[in-house]
């Protein structure tokens, strides 16, 4: 098996050509030609992840973000980025990621949110050409009230609390939502006549919510990581006999705590 047949399978479903111009989605540390044994899916290309590569044999990592977001001046192992990359390129891993790539096509980021709340009728919620793009909208089975809708949000994604804004007054019938930071997409939520946005990184004026209308704030880990899972049934669908692991620490993998 080489980096290029992995790549391909899920360029398959989320391909490079639709990521944001800002992104570095694709093959960050590597060649194409190089020859593998194994990968490990993760959410962030940490130093420990690098190291949980090389202890399961893995000479390959897939991660949702990317481990190169920005340029970097210096590579140094007093930075975690920096530590990363030289452990990557020490043990030969390569590295790949599939950042708004996997975001902006409707069975990835949030179209797994939408699953998880049991939304029907789900369209792409800032749609470009060709069904793609950030956010998904849809509608629940049934309505409900603001305070239920709550509940089930924070049961469906593993949450012990969520920021929020003022609760509707209306019942809560068809939700719009975006992995990670989806501020921007809040005007987007509301043309789409949905009563509740779901996303992370909310900043604190965006919780002055026009009437009929609320945000609910899940955290950026938390929207986002279950795509780690989407990428592992993808590859192993395609190469059911090669070894595809997910990382053991995903789940404790989320850089922000709560107390």
Sequence with gaps: ?????????????????????????GLIIGSPDQEIRGVLIGFDCTPELVDEAVETGSDMIITHHPLIF??????????????AVIKAASAGIAVYAAHTTADKVIGGVSGRMAARLGLEDVRVLDEEDSGIGLGAVGNLPSPMTAEEFIAKVK??????????????????????MC?????????????????????????????????????????HFEGEVEICHVLFSLLKKNFPTFAVRTSGKLEASNPVFYY
């Design 1 to 25: 098996m080489r980096v290029r047949d992995i790549t391909a399978a899920t360029e398959a479903f989320a391909p490079l050509s639709i990521q944001e111009p800002w992104d570095n989605s």
């Design 70 to 83: 920005g340029g970097l001046k210096r590579i140094s192992p007093e930075d975690p980025v920096g530590l």
């Design 179 to 219: 992995g990670g930071s989806g501020s921007s997409l809040i005007d987007k939520a509301i043309e789409a006549g949905a009563q509740a946005y779901i996303c992370g990184d909310i900043s604190y004026h965006h919780f002055f919510t026009p009437k009929n209308f609320m945000v609910i704030d899940i955290g």
């Design 155 to 176: 049961s469906a994604f593993g949450l012990s609390v969520a920021r929020c804004s003022r609760p509707v007054d209306i019942p809560v019938s068809r939700v719009a």
